[in-house]
């Protein structure tokens, strides 16, 4: 122990030399940032960059910077580099301001802020388009390439309530390190371009970047303001509805299933919503589940519409649109029975009830008794005969026997004569 005690007395020492050297002298004056500039690199993109002030100084201390956007939206950050990428929409002006920080002492007084800004772009007021609308799409390309899966995207607008009839407009898009220019425009009826559709895009049907849309316009009469908006996939991604869905009904079940909508997310990155509609009582019954299959008990007399829709879950992306239902699929028999076999059956309903009525009728009042009296029995049968002969009879047993053996050989000699 006591050998490890100068050690820690020299460690200990050495910490304190080194916070000692690290604080700033008391003295030092953070000064401002020299050449700050804000340059436009691509669309809806620009490049902050300055330089450290040549007086500062920088013995034991780590500079950095605080940068903050005033415009279009105020935004503030942190960093220790001497440029910053943003990405912003630019329609509007954009201005920033920049100032040195002591990076791991914020309490330390900073410097003064220097500025810079883009002014607004020209154009005349009232000429920019409005309500810029983006959707995207995923469209299967080539299933034996290493993309099976393109991106389509299309996009609508309206054309500035100011802009002259002359006004033509052009749609470009931004996303990563590339920009295309629209290819395929619709137009209204003054032949102006108001949509734009891209087949195929280098948008990635799981990128989480931002897609910048970008449209201009020219005309004779007026300069035409531009007009730039950011979209975020997730907010505009139509997911495409669920494949080959099937349905079939056993007596009182209904078994739904489904494929998962055409994506390059895989089949867990979907959350899906079936609806079943009973065309004979007219009510919708809807659930939502993460499975591709549903089983539901039903009324067997009825006919049915089963629909499904889809959406990729929140564990794989931020939450966004559902899918169009896919196309309805009908299961289940309403057909109502002809009116000459309802007639059948109530034929025979009634009948049975006319029948049912006289039935009790008749029991009631012994009806049947009088209409059909009972035929008269013999007084006494066969037995009751031989039994009061044999009581009128006088003698002894044996005369009885007598007479039952004189019988049977009066009966024998008959035989032989008829024999012989």
């Known amino acids: 122990v006591s050998s490890m005690a100068p050690a820690l007395l020299i460690l200990l020492g050495a910490t304190v030399i080194l916070q000692t050297d690290s604080l700033p002298d008391e003295n030092v004056v953070l000064l401002p940032p020299v050449n700050f500039t804000i340059k436009v690199i691509d669309l809806a993109q620009v490049l902050l960059c300055w330089e450290p002030n040549p007086d500062q100084e920088q013995r034991n201390v780590q500079l950095g910077y605080h940068v903050k956007i005033n415009a279009p939206e105020e935004k503030d950050y942190e960093t220790r580099n001497t440029e910053s990428r943003r990405v912003t929409i630019l329609h509007k002006g954009f201005s920033a301001s920049v100032q040195t920080i002591l990076w791991n002492n914020h309490s330390f007084p900073a410097s003064s802020w220097v500025s810079a800004e883009l002014e607004v772009p020209p154009g005349s007021p009232g000429t920019s388009i409005v309500n810029l609308t983006c959707t995207t799409n995923t469209v299967a390309y080539n299933y034996t390439h290493e993309k099976p899966y393109q991106v389509s995207l299309h996009c609508t607008w309206i054309a500035g309530k100011d802009a002259p009839e002359d006004t033509?407009?052009?749609l470009y898009y931004r996303y990563g390190f590339v920009t295309q220019e629209c290819q395929e425009y619709s137009k209204d009826t003054q032949q102006r371009n108001i949509a734009c559709q891209f087949p195929r895009t280098v948008i990635k049907s799981k990128g989480r970047d931002w897609l910048a849309v970008y449209v201009n316009g020219s005309s004779k009469e007026a300069a035409i303001k531009p007009f730039d908006q950011l979209f975020a996939l997730h907010a505009i991604d139509q997911v495409n509805s669920p494949m080959n869905v099937t349905a079939e009904i056993d007596r009182t079940c209904l078994s739904i299933q489904w494929?998962?909508?055409?994506?390059?997310?895989?089949?867990?990155?979907?959350?899906?919503?079936v609806?079943?509609?009973?065309?004979?009582?007219?009510?919708?019954q809807t659930e939502k589940l993460k499975t591709n299959t549903f089983i539901s008990i039903i009324d067997d007399i009825s006919k049915y519409s089963v629909q499904v829709r889809a959406a990729v879950s929140s564990v794989c992306r931020p939450t966004g649109l559902w899918s169009e239902w896919s196309q309805p699929i009908y299961v289940g028999n309403d057909k109502q029975k002809p009116w000459t076999e309802w007639f059948l059956i109530v034929?025979?309903?009634?009948?049975?009830?006319?029948?049912l009525i006289?039935?009790?009728?008749c029991r009631i009042c012994h009806l049947w008794t009088k209409l059909f009296p009972p035929v008269p029995a013999p007084k006494s049968n066969i037995k009751d005969f031989f039994v009061s002969i044999n009581n009128e009879k006088t003698g002894s047993s044996e005369?009885?026997?007598?007479?039952?053996?004189y019988a049977e050989e009066a009966g024998l000699e008959t035989l032989e004569a008829s024999v012989f």
């Open 275 to 284: 609806k079943i509609y009973n065309t004979r009582k007219g009510y919708f």
């Open 347 to 355: 034929l025979m309903a009634a009948t049975c009830f006319i029948l």
């Open 399 to 405: 005369t009885e026997v007598e007479v039952i053996s």
């Open 168 to 170: 033509q407009y052009f």
């Open 259 to 273: 494929e998962k909508p055409l994506s390059a997310f895989p089949s867990h990155c979907f959350d899906y919503e």
């Open 358 to 361: 006289v039935s009790l009728i």
